[in-house]
């Protein structure tokens, strides 16, 4: 803290965008994680200019600056694991272009995903790769964590959507990346290198993005499943027999429960779920993929099948699935619902065994695991419930989520589908990427010598994140 000049941040962003109060900075430390960590300052910049200054003078002080937008994100990206400024960049909120006849906009880094198909929906388009937490995400952060969400696996991850951006680096300069049009060959693609990077090698100050058109039809299904194995079956099926779906999500029975227990919604409570949608501009094509999907979830013996096309009818539907998150911490109020292993990906024909492999895993270490997710793009997700005051659940779930990690990489999965790696997923990162680990290590080195964009985080996060970070849980040691 005695390190930073907070006159001369002030300086920079003016007195009303700098945070230094003890209660400020507590809440700073912390995201969608289970980690905590003080930052020293927080700074929150209005432009570009403001964000080289700072970039600039803490390059200089060697003084670790953490990029943060809305602070959802659930491996601790955005927790100051070594301290630092916390650069809030929920200030920089601007929509800066919409252009319909290049079908493409520009927008600033703070804007919530929302907020962007707020605006989008007035011209006929929509964001696709939106998360579940679009409320609060921000583009910047949905950029720096490649997030994907329901929508995903027909229209693609951020990834996908990223034409271009502007970038401070950590010395302060700005560059331009990637490109207004769709194809771009030459060169590396260093777009496409900051989605996914965490914060780790440049600041997105500005993001160029492709959106789609609003489809004239959706319909969505739901089908449950006496069986865990059956339901991971009909994901498979689905994904391979050339059926287009705009969402394949899963819910699994600990999902319904919780669900029940919050919302009045009076779902069957199966081992279970699956939730199907098709999209389209020709009615008649929508019917063809949502019956195609009905047929297939038949014959791995799914029950109760249903579908509409109204609106009022489609968010019954989803509804509990939207609210899964929160619902999970009801499911037992002793327990409290955490993000440890709680995204990866593996091969469709992968997806019921890995289903039944957490539901296994999770008895034998004496915890609750869920299984869900946005299964038609190979994600699956799950939530640890557990009591985190005692010191023997983090062990329990320490050693479930080491045997996950192994179960996945043994199919040729990835233990980060979509929310990244922050600190909570670290080692496992480093055991998956081994043969490349020292070219993301000298990628990070040249962009940023001297190690101040969100040190500590992928590959250079403690092992073990149990003990070697703060929690942001009292754990009781007896
Ligand atoms: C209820 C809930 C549901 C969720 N559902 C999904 C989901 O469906 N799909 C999904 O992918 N994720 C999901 N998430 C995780 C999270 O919302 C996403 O990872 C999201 O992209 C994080 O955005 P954020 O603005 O909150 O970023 P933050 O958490 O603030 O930051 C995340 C990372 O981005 C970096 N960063 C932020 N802004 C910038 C910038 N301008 N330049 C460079 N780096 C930057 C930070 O340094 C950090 O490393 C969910 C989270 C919650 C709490």
């Known amino acids: 803290m005695e390190k930073i000049d907070v006159p001369k941040l002030r300086e920079i962003v003016g007195e009303n965008n700098i945070k230094a109060d003890l209660s400020d900075l507590y809440i700073y430390g912390s995201d969608s994680s289970v980690h905590h960590a003080m930052p020293w300052v927080v700074v929150r910049p209005d432009n570009t200019l ?38 809030d960049m929920k200030g920089m909120n601007r929509i800066l272009e919409i252009n319909l006849p290049d079908v493409y906009c520009r927008v600033e880094p703070g804007v919530v995903d929302d907020d962007l198909n707020l605006a989008l929906k007035s011209y006929g388009v929509f964001y696709p790769p939106t998360p579940a937490s679009s409320r609060i995400a921000t583009i910047g952060g949905e950029i720096a964590n490649n997030a994907s969400g329901v929508r995903s696996v027909k229209y693609g991850a951020t990834r996908d959507a990223v034409l271009g951006m502007k970038v401070v680096l950590p010395n302060g300069e700005l560059v331009s990346l990637g490109a207004y049009t769709r194809v771009e060959a030459s060169g590396y693609q260093l777009h496409k290198l900051m989605v996914g990077s965490e914060g780790t090698l440049g600041i997105v100050v500005e993001a160029t993005l492709s959106f789609v058109p609003i489809p004239e039809f959706r319909c969505m299904g739901v089908a449950n499943f006496d069986s865990l194995q059956d339901a991971g079956e009909a994901i498979g099926a689905i994904m391979s027999s050339g059926s287009n779906p705009s969402m394949l999500e899963l819910v699994d029975s600990v999902a319904i429960k919780a669900v029940n227990k919050t919302m009045d919604l009076g779902l069957k409570e199966v081992a279970a779920a699956l939730i199907f949608e098709a999209d ?48 999970l911490s009801k499911y ?45 793009s190979g994600c699956m997700h799950t939530k640890i419930l557990m009591d985190t005051k005692r010191e023997d659940q983090w062990k329990s779930a320490k050693k479930a989520i080491t045997e996950v990690y192994e179960y996945v990489r043994s199919v040729h999965g990835t233990t980060s589908a979509e929310h990244g790696i922050g600190i909570s997923k670290a080692e496992s990162f480093k055991v998956e990427k081994s043969d490349s680990i020292n070219l993301l290590t000298s990628i990070k080195k040249t962009l940023d010598p001297n190690n101040i964009l969100n040190p500590g985080k992928l590959m250079q996060a403690p092992d073990d994140w149990v003990t070697a970070t703060d929690l942001r849980y009292s754990v009781n040691s007896k």
């Open 280 to 327: 389209g501009m020709v009615k008649e094509a929508v019917d063809y993929e949502i019956n195609k999907m009905r047929q297939i979830c038949e014959k791995q013996n799914g029950q109760d099948i249903y579908a509409s096309y109204d609106p009022q009818e489609r968010a019954k539907i989803f509804m509990g699935r939207k609210k899964l998150f929160p619902a």
């Open 50 to 87: 403001h964000v080289q200054q700072i970039m600039e003078y803490a390059n200089q002080e060697v003084i670790p600056v953490i990029a943060r937008g809305g602070g959802s994100g659930m491996c601790g990206q955005a927790v100051p694991s070594q301290g630092g400024i916390i650069m």
């Open 332 to 376: 037992d109020e002793n327990l409290a619902s955490t993000s440890l292993a709680d995204d990866m990906a593996v091969p469709y024909s992968k997806m019921a065994e890995m289903a039944g492999k957490i539901h296994e895993i999770a008895a034998k270490n004496d915890i609750i695991m869920t299984a869900y997710g946005h299964c038609g």
